[in-house]
Nanobody, 130 residues
Framework: GALVESGGGLVEPGGSLSLSCVASGLPPDSYYIGWFRQAPGKEREGVIVIQHNDAKTYYSDSVAGRFTISRGNAGNTVYLHMKSLKSEDTAVYYC????????????????????????WGKGTLVTVSS
C-alpha cells in the first residue's frame, strides 16, 4: 500500500495543527492505522493509532488529552488533530498501517506495534517553535 501525509509546518507553542494521510491498499480487515513520529536524534515512536473498525484507539501518554485521530467517511483517510503543541512535539510525523491482529497493542504496546507495521508514508515535518 501507499500512504501520503500532508499538513506539516511551523506552529507556535500552544498552537494547533492537523495532519492528513491518504492510504491505498488497506487490508480488508484486521489492521491498525495511525501516526508515529521521529524527533531529531531519537527513535521513531508511536503517537496514536486506531483499529480498522474504529472500535479502539491507542495513544502515547505524552499526547493524551492533546492529540486525537479520526477517519474520513471513505475510511482511507486518517487525520491527526494536535492541540496545545509543545516544542517536544517537533518531529517528522509518519502515517502507517499494518495487517495485524486485533489485541496486538494490548499485548505489545505501541512500541511493539511500531515494529510490526508494514506500510509507511514518507513523513511530514512538524516544527513547534516561536
Amino acid at each position: 500500500g501507499a500512504l501520503v501525509e500532508s499538513g506539516g509546518g511551523l506552529v507556535e507553542p500552544g498552537g494547533s495543527l492537523s495532519l492528513s494521510c491518504v492510504a491505498s491498499g488497506l487490508p480488508p480487515d484486521s489492521y491498525y492505522i495511525g501516526w508515529f513520529r521521529q524527533a531529531p536524534g531519537k527513535e521513531r515512536e508511536g503517537v496514536i493509532v486506531i483499529q480498522h473498525n474504529d472500535a479502539k484507539t491507542y495513544y502515547s501518554d505524552s499526547v493524551a488529552g492533546r492529540f486525537t485521530i479520526s477517519r474520513g467517511n471513505a475510511g482511507n483517510t486518517v487525520y491527526l488533530h494536535m492541540k496545545s503543541l509543545k516544542s517536544e512535539d517537533t518531529a517528522v510525523y509518519y502515517c502507517s498501517f499494518g495487517a495485524i491482529r486485533m489485541g496486538y497493542v494490548d499485548d505489545y504496546g505501541l512500541e511493539g506495534l511500531r515494529k510490526a507495521m508494514t506500510d509507511w508514508g514518507k513523513g511530514t515535518l512538524v516544527t513547534v517553535s516561536s
